[in-house]
């Protein structure tokens, strides 16, 4: 489905992503490191949120490496950011049905989906989103994204921040859509013992470079830790 | 009773005014300081149209509002993507410019001597200014009941959204430069009418008409009305214009001595007003939270508005009870 290639990206001058190549099929893809490694940065490249200085990416066969961000969403790829990812100004029903702005099927249709996959935010469908706490608010996020019909969700470490009993509940509900509606997920995430419990492969990302791509199943532990420390 | 009517129309060129920076500050979160640019823009190319190339005031309004349109067609074009601060700044430039050019462009503008007389466009003998006061009104409520809808539409979520944060906008999937682009456009073009509106009603433009007095009048309104409401631009202006331009400056039953006064006083009330609704209602009187630095920003305002009033004050006092008690004209008034 998402195929990227020798892709370099980083924030005007500065390089970040040293040349990473990986292919996301219908799955659940990990892509795990240390703070600083460039998860972010690699979720926000894949979005078009940032430019690539070289390398492709291509989606469902067509080549996007320049493809502005808003047309991608109109494609079937939805993004959500580590931090600042709902609009504190509007209501948790207006965050959603902003996602709605893409996409063919009704409105009420979706709204009723994110509903039963989190009751919680249909209990404050009025109250500000700004007001909400971190895991109602990371819900939010991750309901708005599913309202686009996404084909594919960018995830940027939907835990940071959550009580423990938040991220089962999240985690669970992440599997639950990969499962049931099918949708490929690119999970950035520094949780990595949580993340192996439901990821298919992990990409492992240290200043920048790829120094892991493999399988969860077959995953050592050890292996793991080095990819990490390098 | 010509001067009510004078007030009131201007009264209502304000609230357009700040019912379109509403749009552009409170909706999309562009800080358009350049107000009286666009408005200014707007006044002189009527005067030049109808004075000078002897243009009926249906076709220059037309001219006006494409030469608006394509001025800040280009202006957005070059500034909407930097950012805030450096949109203030660029808007605040662009109003300077315009100053300028009234001033320099004598073929055109007349200059400093100023450039009239335009009519009104209602040629009825007796009623012209109130049928023009009407039609002011109406295009004013028209406006406000299209900010109403436009408040429960998903045009106006997605300018809430960009305003928020334009990058997660931008994952909405739909293209937020644009909606900028066009939102700016066509509110800057308003205003260019409402400029334009402004040349028969004050039918002598000169230079000195485009402060940035006029820029910040409007933004204090906003502010004090609630910047994101729906109704805060026009709350805004009755209680600051409304209030204390009109009721106070026109109605104040002072004694003749002290007349002088009553500009300073209006002035000092009104920067106590602001203080006053900044610090219990940051976000205006129909706001809900607060954002500290926006709300001191504009109470450092309101606070140096009566800081130059007491100041200002004090030499009228002294210049007021002079005259009262000597009865003769002071050095300054010579
Ligand atoms: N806006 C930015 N400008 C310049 N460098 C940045 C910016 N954001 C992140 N970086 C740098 O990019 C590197 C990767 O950061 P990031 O992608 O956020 O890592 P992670 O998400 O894995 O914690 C870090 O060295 C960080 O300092
Ligand atoms: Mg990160």
Redesign the interface.
Known sequence: MLEVKNLHSGYGDVEVLHDISFIVENEIFAVLGANGSGKTTLLKTLSKLLPVSSGSIAWMGDDVTQTAAFDLTGRGVAYVPQEHNVFPDLSVAENLSLGALVGERSKKERLEEVFELFPRLAERTGQLAGSLSGGEGQMLAVGRALMQDPKIIFLDEPSAGLSPMFVDILFERIANTRTNRGVAIVLAEQNALKTLEIADRVLVLSLGEMHLLKDAKNLDRNELMEAYHI | MAYLIFSLSLLLIYIGLAQMLHVQFGLLGVPNFGVVGFWGLGMYSVGVMKVQLDMSFVDSMVLTAALVAVVSYVLGALILRLERQAILCATIAFSAIIALLAVTEKWMTMGVVGLGTIRQPFRIFGLEEILFFFFLLVLIIGVQVYLLKLHKS?LG??M??I???E??????????FRVKIIAFTLTCTIMGVLGGLSAPLNQFLTPNMIVPSITFAVWISLVLGGK?HALGAMLGVFVTFGLFDILIETYAPVSPQFAVLVPNIKLFLYGALLVGVLVYRPKGFLGQ?SKADEVLAVLGHGIAIIGSELCEAKNAISKGVDRALNGRKTEDDA
């Not at chain 2, 990058?167 to 937020?176: F, I």
Request: proline residues 0%.
């Open positions: 998903r979520r997605l809430v959204a305003r928020d944060n990058e997660l906008a931008a994952s909405l999937g739909k293209n937020t994101e939270s």
